[in-house]
């Protein structure tokens, strides 16, 4: 609350290297984002500590040490989806693992996710999305059909909870999930 951002960062820099990405985003970095968000639907209030924390959160994420090589993964947020922490939460986490990705980030529309897809030649696509505005089916029905075929083909977020994506893409619950699909493929 105090928008102190060395002490933000030293807290989220050492709940990722001590316990890792996937246990720090689980214990500390959400729960302070799902409160923080919260108290701003309450009041309309505190954005500034919300942009703050998710701009220190992404730095720290950042830091994680990647994996030489662009990787068979593409991880992307869907149209106009603005959210992409969890991306680079999933983006480090596997990064931990020695596991390399394309992070193409927030807002990717359909036109870029196909030449993405067609450029990359991915084995496996994961489309975040956190509201259901932008949890459109027609984004997964168009990485299916987009050649090279991806393997794996994943609607991460809860934007997707009643979406009722395709029959095939897998719908992880957690980063925790997320990731242990992905080292399973």
């Known amino acids: ?5 060395a002490e933000c960062r030293r807290l989220i820099v050492d709940g990722i290297s001590t316990d890792g990405v996937v246990p720090a985003w689980t214990t500390l970095l959400a729960p302070a984002l799902i409160h ?3 108290k701003h639907a309450a009041t309309q209030a505190i954005i500034e500590v ?3 924390l998710s701009t220190e959160i992404s730095f720290a994420l950042a830091g994680v040490p990647r994996p030489v090589g662009s990787g068979r993964i593409l991880l992307a947020c869907a ?4 959210h992409s922490l969890a991306l ?4 480090a986490a596997l990064a931990e693992q020695h596991i390399a990705a394309r992070l193409l980030g927030a807002r990717v529309p359909p036109t870029a996710l196909r030449e993405a897809i067609r450029r990359a030649g991915p084995n496996i696509v ?4 956190q509201t259901a505005d932008t949890a459109d089916p027609r984004q997964l029905t168009e990485v299916f059909m987009t050649r090279p075929t991806a393997k794996l083909v994943m609607a991460a977020g809860p934007g997707w909870d009643d979406a009722h994506p395709l029959d095939g893409v897998r719908r992880p619950e957690s ?4 990731v242990s699909i992905i080292t399973g493929a």
């Open 1 to 5: 609350m105090r928008l102190d951002s």
């Open 88 to 91: 680079e939460a999933l983006s």
């Open 36 to 38: 923080i968000g919260a």
């Open 175 to 178: 980063l925790a999930e997320a």
């Open 50 to 52: 919300e942009h703050l």
């Open 126 to 129: 994961v489309v975040w999305a």
């Open 79 to 82: 149209d106009e989806e603005q």
